[in-house]
Structure formats: C-alpha cells, structure tokens
C-alpha cells in the first residue's frame, strides 16, 4: 500500500463549477499537508499548507484536513479554465522529507 | 511567497559530457534544498536532500557520483549531471525549504536532453 493516494484522473468540469480533489494517506506520523499546482513543464507552485484538522481557506480554494480518516481534500470553487492544472497533495511527518501523491489532473472547461 | 530560481531553463547537450543546473533561493535563506526528478505524466522522484555545508543525502538507487550535489551557501544548490547519457533526459527540479519549514518551494524547473 502506497503512503500517500490520489486518484490520477483526469478530471473534467466545466466553468465555474466547484472541484475536489482528494488524498488518502495510511501513515498518522503525517502532520503537515500541503496542496501544489503544476502546470504543464513547469515547478509546482505552492497553494495551501496546513497542519490542523479542519478547514482553511484562501480566495477560492479551501483545504480540508480529516486526520482520524487520514482524509485530506482540495476544494477550488467558482472554477476557472486556468485552474486547469495538475494538482498534487504532499505530506510530511515534519522531518523535512515530503511525500507527494501522484497528482490529479484537472481540466475546466470554458 | 517565496521564490527559488533555476538556470538553465533547459538545456540540450552530447552524451558523455556534464551538465550543471543551478537552484537559488531568491528572498529567503534555504537550509535545505531538494532535487527532484519527473518524467513525463509521473509524479515527482526524489534524488537527495542537502543541507547547508554537508554532504547531500541521496535515495536509494540514485547515484551520487553521477549526479553530483553542492549546496555551498544558504541560497545556492547546484546539481552536476556527469558523464550524461540519453536516458538522463529528463525534467530536473529543485525545492528549497527554510530553518524549522515543512514547506518546499519549487523551482521552474530544467529540461535537460542528451543526445
């Protein structure tokens, strides 16, 4: 069993809908999480990080932790063409080394 | 938010020769710095981890006389691919990560081909 699980997609929505995209994890040492987004032959650009159960916020996306579920979940409302991206959910148990998931991709229609 | 920079962007050069990426840290001082390896429609591959002033920590079944770690200063890490072959060809980027920080911070990213 993989550390970390993310459903690879891809995933198809139209404009303006509301996506979500999620991570499983089986390790509990895992206390950070983090969301990146990658476009296409780029870098992953950092979008949320979190250390808590529960819910945080930024503009459009919200990330979702559930720790007794070991559930963690991306929420992006009001979806744009240019949210389309591949997104990948990363842990880490505070030692520095991140476990990434495979990444979602993610296409919003115009 | 912070930002970490990569040179070159991309890069095409002769089987059997070296090539050297640089990773620097922009706007903040980073202790530790990654390298990191994607092929296409993968996730991201960790090669080794590097802290300021020490010998990098490589993972397992990457070569560290073949990729060839420096990390001389809090904003620089340089990665050196030696004796290049066609099968490096690959998409290398860097993270950076600052004192007491679970957060990396990617850099753009380099295209090397070996021809």
């Known amino acids: 069993q993989k550390e970390v699980e993310q459903d690879p997609g891809p995933l198809s929505v139209p404009e303006g809908a509301i996506v979500s995209l999620n991570c499983t994890y089986s390790n509990s040492a895992f206390q950070y999480f983090m969301w990146y987004r990658q476009y296409s032959r780029k870098g992953p650009e950092l979008l949320m990080y979190?250390?808590?159960?529960g819910n945080k916020e930024d503009g459009r996306f919200t990330a979702q932790v559930d720790k007794s579920s070991k559930y963690i979940s991306l929420f992006i409302r009001d979806s744009q063409p240019s949210d389309s991206a591949t997104y990948l959910c990363?842990?880490?148990?505070?030692?520095?080394?991140?476990?990434f998931g495979t990444g979602t991709k993610l296409q919003v229609i115009p | 938010g912070a930002v970490v920079s990569q040179h070159p962007s991309r890069v095409i050069c002769k089987s059997g020769t070296s090539v050297k990426i640089e990773c620097r840290s922009l706007?903040?001082?980073?202790?530790?710095m990654f390298w990191y390896r994607q092929f296409p429609k993968q996730s991201l591959m960790l090669m080794a981890t590097?802290?300021?002033?020490?010998?990098?920590?490589?993972e397992q079944g990457v070569e560290k006389d073949k990729f060839l770690i420096n990390h001389a200063s809090l904003t620089l890490s340089t990665l050196t691919v030696t004796s290049a072959h066609p099968e490096d060809s690959s998409f290398y980027i860097c993270?950076?990560?600052?004192?007491?920080?679970?957060?990396?911070?990617f850099g753009p990213g380099t295209r090397l081909t070996v021809t």
């Open positions: 979190t250390y808590s159960s």
């Open positions: 990363a842990l880490s148990g505070g030692y520095q080394k991140v476990t």
């Open positions: 706007d903040f001082q980073a202790t530790t």
């Open positions: 590097s802290n300021e002033g020490s010998k990098a920590t490589y």
């Open positions: 993270s950076a990560s600052g004192q007491g920080a679970y957060e990396q911070y």
